[in-house]
Nanobody, 115 residues
Framework: QVQLVESGGGLVQPGGSLRLSCAAS????????MGWYRQAPGKQRELVAG???????NYADSVKGRFTISRGNAKNTVYLQMNSLKPEDTAVYYC?????????WGQGTQVTVSS
């Protein structure tokens, strides 16, 4: 069983920054893919950023140049550094781990960008 716990969300003014963290525990295999998704009210959940165990990344066009995904030294932790935040970034952000053809999700953390 795999558990994911996100942290770091909150309220920030436009132009500000936040850093989200996701810690994975349980049986974690090498070769997994971790990523961040978000879901705004009334919208579908969308990919924000993904990161393979080999270090390859991909980003949604809307966050390129502003957000950075990275892994911690423990490899079971993934971060999302969010800079130059905009009101349209407001959403619940979810961490996902994919391994052995299964997807595991965290409970989500709220990010609100507002003045």
């Amino acid at each position: 069983q795999v558990q994911l716990v996100e942290s770091g969300g909150g309220l920030v003014q436009p132009g500000g920054s936040l850093r989200l963290s996701c810690a994975a525990s349980g049986t974690i295999f090498s070769g997994n893919v971790m990523g961040w998704y978000r879901q705004a009210p009334g919208k579908q959940r969308e990919l924000v950023a993904g990161l393979t165990s080999g270090g390859n990344t991909n980003y949604a066009d809307s966050v390129k140049g502003r957000f950075t995904i990275s892994r911690g030294n423990a490899k079971n932790t993934v971060y999302l550094q969010m800079n130059s935040l905009k009101p349209e970034d407001t959403a619940v952000y979810y961490c996902k781990l994919r391994q052995t053809f299964k997807d595991y999700w965290g409970q989500g953390t709220q990010v609100t960008v507002s003045s």
